[in-house]
């Protein structure tokens, strides 16, 4: 049965351990800004989550070169095909595929082979590689806290405008 | 080249405006490793002692270590280090946050700031490029407002900056440098140094990338520390759990929590309000990490209702929750985090700041200080209102703020009256959060820290209360000196690592044995635990000499500084365990200086000693002071 990366982001502590591990694997450097991995860590709206490929295949058409292909339950770079114009990131939704600048080659996620080092790096249990009909609830729960966040992020608006902080009172 | 380091430093010349890159030498990476080590290294070789601190001859390094922004788990973590100007020797603070990792990133291991800048400026660093840019819209701007100002200034909202606030702008003495909004290097006023170069912030956006010697070797060393990590009960549990402040608890139950100014030391009545777990329970929003950490104990908090509602940030540490609550005697949790988010709006130093207000509280129900010298403010024990007033009052040098920002020292000398006797702090920097009469051997590891009162340049608290490695009696002199000097060696190699000092709660790197493993396949240099230490031993004693050096021009010795404040040495601890004890300073001390084969009488490092080290130009210097 196929795998699938998923995660807990109310859990994440934004250290981007799972981001010097990515860039680490796939080039043996050190720098979170090669990763297929990213933690997004925004100030003022307390957000630290990962962004990471779910694997959907909607590069694949994209591909004017067909560099992009399924192999068994994954959507891998064929880096002789490659062209590196980008339009895969394009049309990503995630931002999940980039070119990166030293090999001018697409990149993403190919869970490790399936043995995602990410998953094992993360000290929090965000990120978990589970069977896809686990995957499902995780899935969910992520869907439905995005939804309710929209939400909650318009009452703490609200709520901080009808609430001034003491110290601007 | 070894690998690793990005293996160069900027030198900035803020007076005529320019920089210049410096290939970093080979001899100090073998030497020194980063950090402190750096720093002291520039220190004692380019700025001459006796100099003005907030003046343009000091030199303001920021600096990062070998292990900084690699695999290993905590390194994240940069360095600041100048002549302090709180207390007018080595000055030397370090920070987790974004930023170090990014300055490898963007090309320069150590940035060097010399001379004073005409009018305000920052530094943008970006992959290898760098220039000096106007500050003008920034300066005058608090911590958070400068952050967000600087990431649309450059428009990018990945860059890692750190500022000063306007504490430092106004070069209060307690200053801090921040770092992502929440993170200080606090201690010993490194902002002041920053402000006083027109220096408002340091961006930087690196996409240059660091290599291993041996990739493989290296990755399974730091998987290793890892696993370490999270098997150890502090590392792995403790502290991702209840934060730093999971303390709060532990040193009252043992009886050295500094009450009042450390007044009424032992226990303070009420701490079940302020411990971590409550803090769990009450205000926690969420756990926050610096970069590659592998502990997570951030704290994010919200005050929900109250006088205080409204404050939002990271915090409250342990640290704070003792200098704004068991100091000045406020036992609730939302005017502390209340007074730590000022601290990070304003950039300065919790712990100093905490302790300058206890001790002028203490002042003020002596009746040294009266209502008309605080302008009107009640500033008793336990009043939260007074307290969160004061801390915004030194943040902006407002009224009797802008007293008490001047450090301990300078605002004893301007209150007078023998307000000095009060004073909580060794070496002019004020104490933190542990009692030394209930801990004998911290109370030598601040006697004889190289940047006055603190707890980071050895902790004995480690193995005197939570009994790790191993369990000392906390209330003996016996064998403390040696477990001083080797906890001082330890924490110069997490200062110039440049790792967190948590790592150390794990068993293999307080060993240095992990520290040994990652850093050889990260060099391409053979490094046992035994010559990790030497390193360590050299950049303490290079601190020493920079400390007898200063002392030295002023007619001081170093045995008459390295000292404790009165009331741990005849006052017996007032309440808990330990009550009726003093800490038996003159034994530790005269056995510490014997093991480090100091000089008993002035407590100046012997030149045959520093040789020994490879020191030959401090040996000389001491040679001299010796005569």
Excluded at chain 1, 137 to 156: E, I, M, P, Q
Excluded at chain 2, 361 to 385: C, V
Excluded at chain 2, 531 to 550: F, H, M, P, Q, T
Excluded at chain 2, 575 to 598: H, N, S, T
Aim: neutral net charge; proline residues 5%.
């Amino acid at each position: 049965m196929p795998k699938a990366l998923v995660a807990d982001s109310d859990l994440c502590t934004g250290c981007e351990l799972c981001a010097q591990i990515c860039a680490w694997k796939k080039f043996k450097t050190m720098n979170p800004r090669r990763a297929r991995i990213h933690v997004i860590r925004d100030e003022p709206s307390l957000l630290d989550a990962p962004t990471f490929c779910i694997q959907c295949g909607l590069c694949i058409d994209a591909c004017p070169t067909g560099a992009l292909s399924w192999k068994d339950d994954l959507v891998v770079v064929d880096e002789e095909k490659c062209n590196g114009d980008g339009r895969c990131a394009l049309v990503c939704p995630y931002g999940a595929i980039h070119v990166d600048p030293t090999t001018n080659v697409a990149v993403k996620c190919d869970t490790c082979m399936g043995k995602p080092a990410c998953v094992e790096w993360c000290r929090q249990g965000v990120l978990k590689f589970v069977d896809v009909k686990d995957a499902a609830f995780y899935k969910h729960r992520d869907t439905a806290r995005l939804v309710s966040r929209h939400g909650a992020d318009l009452w703490w608006g609200k709520y901080k405008l009808w609430i001034k902080p003491w110290y601007k009172r | 080249m070894p690998r690793g380091y990005a293996g160069k430093l900027l030198r900035v010349d803020l007076t005529r405006q320019k920089c210049k890159e410096e290939p970093l030498p080979e001899e100090w990476m073998k030497n020194y490793l980063g950090g402190s080590g750096f720093g002291i290294k520039i220190l004692y070789d380019e700025v001459k002692p006796g100099i003005e601190a907030l003046g343009p001859e000091n030199k303001l390094i920021i600096s990062t270590g070998a292990l900084t922004g690699t695999l290993f788990p905590c390194g994240g973590r940069w360095g600041a280090q100048a002549k302090s100007p709180d207390t007018g020797i080595f000055g030397d603070s370090h920070s987790g946050g974004l930023f170090g990792p990014e300055l490898k990133y963007a090309g320069f291991d150590a940035l060097i700031f010399e001379g004073i800048s005409e009018k305000p400026v920052y530094l943008w660093i970006d992959s290898g490029k760098y220039e000096l840019r106007d500050a003008k819209e920034l300066w005058g701007k608090d911590v958070f407002t400068t952050d967000r100002m600087l990431k649309e200034e450059l428009g990018d909202e990945t860059i890692k900056a750190i500022y000063i606030g306007p504490a430092g702008e106004k070069l209060s003495r307690i200053a801090a440098i921040m770092d992502a909004m929440y993170r200080a290097a606090g201690r010993t006023g490194m902002g002041a140094v920053m402000g006083s170069k027109k220096l408002k912030a340091i961006a930087a956006k690196g996409e240059l990338t660091l290599e291993a010697a041996d990739p493989d070797k290296f990755e399974a060393a730091c998987k290793a520390v890892f696993d370490h990590l999270q098997a150890a009960p502090i590392s792995g549990t403790g502290l991702p759990t209840y934060g730093t402040n999971v303390l709060t608890a532990v040193i009252n139950a043992s009886g050295l929590y500094p009450t009042r100014n450390f007044r009424d030391s032992g226990v303070i009545e009420g701490y079940e309000n302020i411990t971590g777990e409550t803090l769990r329970d009450t205000i926690l929003v969420k756990n926050r990490a610096c970069r590659f950490c592998g502990i997570h104990c951030g704290r994010y908090s919200a005050v929900w209702s109250g006088p205080y509602a409204g404050v939002t940030g990271e915090g409250p540490e342990y640290e704070t929750v003792w200098s704004f609550g068991g100091q000045t005697g406020v036992t609730r949790l939302d005017a502390i985090q209340a007074a730590h988010h000022l601290t990070n709006k304003y950039g300065i130093d919790g712990i100093s700041t905490g302790n300058i207000i206890g001790w002028a509280m203490e002042l003020y129900e002596r009746g040294i200080i009266k209502a008309k010298d605080t302008g009107g403010i009640d500033l008793k024990f336990g009043n939260h209102e007074a307290m969160v007033k004061m801390v915004e009052m030194i943040g902006l040098r407002q009224g009797f703020g802008d007293v008490l920002a001047e450090g301990l020292t300078r605002a004893a000398q301007k209150i007078g009256k023998g307000s000095d006797k009060f004073i909580m702090g060794v070496k002019g920097l004020g104490l933190p959060a542990y009692d030394p009469r209930g801990a004998f051997g911290h109370g030598l590891a601040y006697a004889t820290s190289t940047r006055g009162g603190c707890h980071l340049k050895a902790y004995l608290i480690a193995p005197e209360i939570v009994g790790y490695p191993v369990k000392l009696d906390p209330l003996t002199a016996e064998g403390k000196a040696k477990a001083v000097i080797d906890f001082q060696h330890v924490f110069a190699i997490c200062d110039s690592g440049d790792i967190c000092k948590f790592a150390t709660f794990c068993p293999e790197v307080a060993s240095l044995e992990d520290v040994a493993a990652t850093l050889t396949p990260l060099t391409g240099w053979k490094f046992t635990a035994a010559d990790v230490a030497k390193i360590g031993e050299r950049i303490w004693n290079l601190e020493y000499c920079y400390n007898a050096r200063e002392y030295n021009l002023q007619g001081k010795t170093l045995r008459e500084m390295d000292t404790l404040p009165e009331r741990c040495l005849k006052e017996g601890m007032p309440v808990g365990p330990a009550k009726g004890k003093v800490v038996p300073l003159k034994q530790m001390l005269d056995e510490y200086y014997k093991l480090r084969g100091f000089d008993d009488k002035t407590g100046t490092p012997k030149p045959e000693k520093l040789r020994e080290l490879g020191l030959d130009k401090a040996a000389e210097d001491m040679a001299k002071i010796l005569k």
